[in-house]
Nanobody, 124 residues
Framework: QVQLVESGGGLVQAGGSLRLSCTAS????????KGWFRQAPGKEREFVAA????????DYADSVKARFTISRDNAKNTVDLSMNSLKPEDTAVYYC?????????????????WGQGTQVSVSS
């Protein structure tokens, strides 16, 4: 069974940092592109960041650019999201995703495999 499992969420004050990690099991996904989405209460799931399977291409939502960094370790089958200068509006459930598609990374429909999500809460 293919699984993506996120970890590292929690409660942090505004201006703080968190590091999310996602580990794949049941399948290596070493040649899959990987990404992070988030969904706040009452809002649609939105793109946060993505990284190509070799790590050479990355993309960020404008709202997190310069604050968040996505990285991957294919040997460990993980993808991480380092989040700095967190804001209350970053509060959401964060989802890890994987896909072999090469286009439309910013749309959730392009992503085939999803984790169960991890809660990130930022207090003001």
């Amino acid at each position: 069974q293919v699984q993506l499992v996120e970890s590292g969420g929690g409660l942090v004050q505004a201006g703080g940092s968190l590091r999310l990690s996602c580990t794949a099991s049941g399948r290596t996904f070493s040649s899959a592109h990987k990404g992070w989405f988030r969904q706040a209460p009452g809002k649609e799931r939105e793109f946060v960041a993505a990284i190509s399977w070799r790590g050479g291409n990355v993309d960020y939502a404008d709202s997190v650019k310069a604050r968040f960094t996505i990285s991957r370790d294919n040997a460990k089958n993980t993808v991480d999201l380092s989040m700095n200068s967190l804001k209350p509006e970053d509060t959401a459930v964060y989802y890890c995703a994987a896909t072999y598609r090469t286009t439309d990374w910013r749309t959730s429909a392009a992503w085939v495999y999803w984790g169960q999500g991890t809660q990130v809460s930022v207090s003001s």
